[in-house]
């Protein structure tokens, strides 16, 4: 497994799924796990041990409310940890500030609120600095990708 996607609660699954489809479309090896830092410390220390000696390089964390998650995760790995602020309140802004106002030496990468999509892209980016053949499918994903745009815009726009 080369990323751990990890969660608070069973009700942010929906929102998580964006970053496995990302994994699963660059054929990168993934665990999903749900768990809280608050609920189940324990149990996420065992998990953040357990996924290190399996050859995990990256986390991606989400989290709504206090989303202390991320922040956890990071203060006891020194794997690349992505945070996911999810919408649970505040229209998502508490989880955000909390997520990306890391101290200092303890960071947490942040993406946007629900965009585990985004997380999953950045995991994939992390590790194409290591893998030759990520590096080339994203590439070609970004090729593709600005060849759609333009496909799709190139006749303007009708108001």
């Keep these: 497994m080369k990323v ?6 069973k009700s942010d699954t929906e929102k998580m799924k964006g970053a496995a489809s990302v994994l699963k479309e660059f054929n990168i ?9 608050h609920r189940v410390p324990e149990k996420l220390m065992e998990t953040i041990e357990k996924v ?3 050859g995990c390089e990256c986390i991606i964390a989400g989290a709504g409310l206090a989303a202390h ?3 956890v995760i990071a203060s006891h790995t020194v794997l690349p ?7 649970a309140a505040v229209n998502g802004m508490d989880s955000l500030l909390s997520i990306v106002q890391m101290p200092k030496s303890i960071p947490v990468a942040t993406v946007g609120i629900n965009n585990s999509y985004n997380a999953g892209m950045l995991a994939v980016q992390i590790l194409s600095l290591k893998y030759p053949e990520i590096k080339n499918k994203l590439k070609e994903y970004r090729k593709n990708m600005k060849e759609k745009f333009i496909k799709e815009n190139e006749e303007g726009v009708e108001f």
Excluded: D, Q, R
Excluded at 4 to 9: C, D, E, N, T
Excluded at 29 to 37: G, Q, V
Excluded at 81 to 87: A, D, E, F, L, R
């Design 69 to 71: 998650l991320p922040g």
């Design 29 to 37: 090896e993934y665990k999903a796990y749900i768990l809280s830092a």
């Design 4 to 9: 751990a996607i990890i969660f608070g609660s």
């Design 81 to 87: 940890v992505i945070g996911v602020p999810i919408n």
């Design 52 to 54: 290190e000696e399996g």
